[in-house]
């Protein structure tokens, strides 16, 4: 199992970026997945997930702001930030939960600042 994100980068508040997890290894379609960030000093927080039926609630701090998405035929899921704020700053993962492991990607870095 392999999981890529890809995406990230230095944006000003109110700006937007997507990001990407290409994933490969398992059957994508059938699994959900999940956003987390983690910023400095802080817990790993789940931003939202996905599966082919839909997606579960978002955190409180990104409702309205961040969408999940996946592609099932590109391997891909996404999530379209917009409105970034400076609290938003923090290492993105994509995470699946495949035959009773935990898999991570190596995360994107998203920095919000002026």
């Known amino acids: 199992v392999q999981l890529v994100e890809s995406g990230g980068g230095l944006v000003q508040p109110g700006g937007s970026l997507r990001l990407s997890c290409g994933a490969s290894?398992?059957?994508?379609?059938?699994?959900?997945l999940s956003w987390y960030f983690q910023a400095p000093g802080k817990v790993r927080e789940r931003v939202a997930r996905?599966?082919?039926?839909?997606?579960?609630p978002y955190a409180d701090s990104v409702k309205g702001r961040f969408t999940i998405s996946r592609d099932n035929s590109k391997n891909t899921m996404y999530l379209q930030m917009i409105s970034l704020k400076p609290e938003d700053t923090a290492q993105y993962y994509c995470?699946?939960?495949?035959?009773?492991?935990?898999?991570w990607g190596q995360g994107t870095q998203v920095t919000v600042s002026s």
């Open positions: 996905i599966s082919s039926r839909g997606s579960t």
């Open positions: 995470h699946v939960r495949w035959q009773g492991n935990d898999y």
């Open positions: 290894g398992f059957a994508f379609s059938d699994y959900p």
